[in-house]
T-cell receptor, first 114, second 108 residues
Framework: EAGVAQSPRYKIIEKRQSVAFWCNPISGHATLYWYQQILGQGPKLLIQFQNNGVVDDSQLPKDRFSAERLKGVDSTLKIQPAKLEDSAVYLC????????????FGPGTRLLVL | GEDVEQSLFLSVREGDSSVINCTYTDSSSTYLYWYKQEPGAGLQLLTYIFSNMDMKQDQRLTVLLNKKDKHLSLRIADTQTGDSAIYFCAWGNTPLVFGKGTRLSVIA
């Protein structure tokens, strides 16, 4: 079974530029999560989708971050404009349904904002 | 709210046992998880325990849960160099709340 795929693996941009990350969850997984992991910290949930609907986006900085999962499969996370403090690893995870289901993580996209 | 605390570093010799500790403040969650993160990789689920259990053993891994003290530990028996990684405890139903992680270094 293929795991969660993410691209790109690394991205370097200047502040105020835009950037987008892509995630392909495990086939058949209805729930998709985006996490932000700042260096030296644990992952923090940004947004959770159930199919193509948003379940929780309470910690997403909506003035600059956006995410979509239009067809209930792949998802994109966008930052526009980026700030220095957005430098982090962005992890995508998926689970079969959500709630207490085990989450499976992708390798992450490492973003450096200069 | 929920909070999870972990010690940041642990160094052990190959073949010894490792014990990684985690304390939490919110006891409403059904499960507690241990994840492993190797350099440049995502998080890999190692094991989990139901909140109504005290102990769970899975090969070299032993999870102990002390609900009274709100303390969780992960013991790795016969620690190997391949166990070197960052270990996160995670607590909560939805969303998961992660600790800051414990970096385990195994000395050959």
């Amino acid at each position: 079974e293929a795991g969660v795929a993410q691209s790109p693996r690394y991205k370097i941009i200047e502040k105020r530029q835009s950037v987008a990350f892509w995630c392909n969850p495990i086939s058949g997984h209805a729930t998709l999560y985006w996490y932000q992991q700042i260096l030296g910290q644990g992952p923090k949930l940004l947004i959770q989708f159930q199919n193509n609907g948003v379940v929780d986006d309470s910690q997403l900085p909506k003035d600059r971050f956006s995410a979509e999962r239009l067809k209930g499969v792949d998802s994109t996370l966008k930052i526009q404009p980026a700030k220095l403090e957005d430098s982090a690893v962005y992890l995508c995870a998926s689970s079969l349904e959500g709630g207490l289901e085990t989450q499976y993580f992708g390798p992450g996209t490492r973003l450096l904002v200069l | 709210g929920e909070d999870v605390e972990q010690s940041l570093f642990l160094s052990v010799r190959e073949g010894d046992s490792s014990v990684i500790n985690c304390t939490y403040t919110d006891s409403s969650s059904t499960y507690l998880y241990w994840y492993k993160q190797e350099p440049g990789a995502g998080l890999q689920l190692l094991t989990y325990i139901f909140s109504n259990m005290d102990m769970k053993q899975d090969q070299r891994l032993t999870v102990l849960l002390n609900k009274k003290d709100k303390h969780l530990s992960l013991r790795i028996a016969d620690t190997q160099t391949g166990d070197s990684a960052i270990y996160f405890c995670a607590w909560g139903n939805t969303p998961l709340v992660f600790g800051k992680g414990t970096r385990l270094s195994v000395i050959a």
